[in-house]
């Protein structure tokens, strides 16, 4: 196994030296380009086109870094791809969102070698496994393959991916500082990366991950029209989970068979009740918003989920207190929105005046899709999406002191993929009967 990975190879670094030297390499890189930008900007009087230019190649060297590191590295880079969507240029959240879907496949031969390992040779030998990958994510990447006269997935990990995971977010995390404080902010992400690391931890765990699906699986029972995988007990190993294969359309593969209006409705639909079912009822949440984690199948009208690993707990107390804030900021005052998100960690003291009231106006933005004299809601409302851009952008560029909540992050970060989701069906949904059920 190479230690590091060299521009022609596609094989993560794995040793902490090199991917450290990776990630300082790519910080200098970013940096000197950012101060490059910022000294042609004062020069040009702040020409638009110039700065775009410099961001998306910015954006294209960190993909490309990133999507070779694999890991906590590109992890942090697909976050970036969703949480910076509200206050950088589309140009760039379209490059920086080609780590969601299409990273660079790592050679066969070194993840045949995992699956040996952990399954062990006359289980290996006993498995037809495909050489060309379905998937390729952070962690690890899909082949299918057949088992016992069964079409199967065989989820694989990277080699040296687990070990790299504390190395990566450390240097990250010193990275993220400094950009932090040339913004001329001063926030402490301590709370904000020990929820990465247990994330990611917890993500290559794939045990635990065959576990989670059975629960997950069991929690959705309830609920028609939604299918996950099987596990396939035998295929499962710390870096192994062999499933069985489900097939379905990715969402734009559907929508290429030019669905009709009922059977958009339908689905969006469907995913809206997953959401509250998951998060109001179970307090489980699949929380990676990938459209590559939903297949449609349009026959039998069900939803295929996919990817259990960033699976989230969320407790019954803090789900109370998160329908109480929603419940507050439709009917309470602003000092009992503000007093409430400071109990929740959503906001710090020490903000300013003018911070505050740009919170509560975003907040409040936030739940106007269950207005009542907007129902039905249509979600590809531009003007709804560029007010939401407005109020995110105005909050974001005072704040000085409040980190992303470690508690939203991920719950946001599904919410954010759902509403992309539901908005590239094209249809319009009556929300008020699920914000009744949100609030009580």
Not at 369 to 393: C, H
Request: aromatic fraction near 8%.
């Amino acid at each position: 196994m190479t230690l590091a990975m060299s521009r022609k190879s596609k094989t993560p670094a794995t040793s902490v030296l090199a991917r450290s030297r990776e990630l300082v390499g790519l910080a200098a890189q970013l940096s000197k380009k950012e101060i490059g930008s910022r000294v042609s900007e004062f020069i040009s009087q702040h020409d638009g086109a110039k700065k775009l230019q410099t961001q998306v190649e910015q954006a294209t060297k960190l993909v490309d870094s990133l999507g070779r590191l694999k890991g906590a590295a590109m992890k942090v880079g697909q976050l970036l791809s969703i949480e910076a969507a509200d206050f950088l240029p589309p140009e760039v959240i379209e490059v920086l969102a080609k780590l969601q879907d299409k990273a660079p496949p790592v050679p066969f031969a070194e993840l045949a070698a995992v699956v040996r390992e952990d399954l062990g040779e006359a289980t290996f030998a006993r498995l037809e496994l495909e050489e060309t990958a379905l998937a390729c994510a952070s962690i690890g990447q899909v082949h299918r393959a057949r088992f016992q006269n069964q079409d199967v997935a065989i989820k694989i990990q990277y080699p040296g991916i687990n070990d790299s995971i504390c190395a990566d977010l450390i240097i990250l995390r010193r990275i993220v500082q400094a950009m932090l404080i040339m913004g001329g902010r001063r926030m402490r992400t301590d709370a904000l990366f020990a929820e990465l690391e247990a994330v990611l931890k917890q993500e290559v765990d794939y045990a635990a991950e065959a576990r989670m699906l059975g629960k997950y699986a069991n929690g959705i029972r309830s609920l028609s029209g939604f299918r996950v995988p099987t596990v396939v007990p035998e295929l499962v190993g710390p870096r192994v989970l062999g499933m069985s294969f489900e097939p379905g359309l990715k969402i734009q593969e559907w929508l290429d068979t030019n669905p009709g209006p009922e059977l958009r409705e339908y689905f969006g639909r469907q995913i809206l009740d997953l959401y509250t079912h998951e998060f109001f009822e179970m307090g489980l949440v699949q929380s990676d918003p990938n459209f590559a984690n939903f297949l449609f199948r349009p026959d039998t009208r069900e939803l295929v989920l996919l990817d259990f690993g960033a699976t989230r707990r969320y407790s019954p107390e803090f789900r109370a207190d998160y329908s109480k804030l929603l419940h507050l900021v439709r009917s309470g005052s602003f000092d009992s929105i503000v007093a409430h998100s400071m109990k929740m960690g959503f906001i710090m003291e020490g903000e300013s005046k003018e911070c505050l009231e740009d919170f509560v106006a975003m907040l409040t933005l936030s739940t106007e899709p269950f207005n009542p004299r907007r129902q039905p809601f249509d979600f590809s409302d531009l003007d709804y999406a560029k007010e939401v851009r407005r109020a995110t952008g105005a909050f974001t560029s005072k704040v000085r002191h409040t980190p992303p909540p470690h508690t939203l992050i991920f719950l946001h970060r599904k919410l954010g993929g759902i509403f992309s989701l539901i908005k590239k069906l094209n249809v319009t949904i009556d929300l008020l009967p699920y914000w009744k059920h949100i609030v009580g």
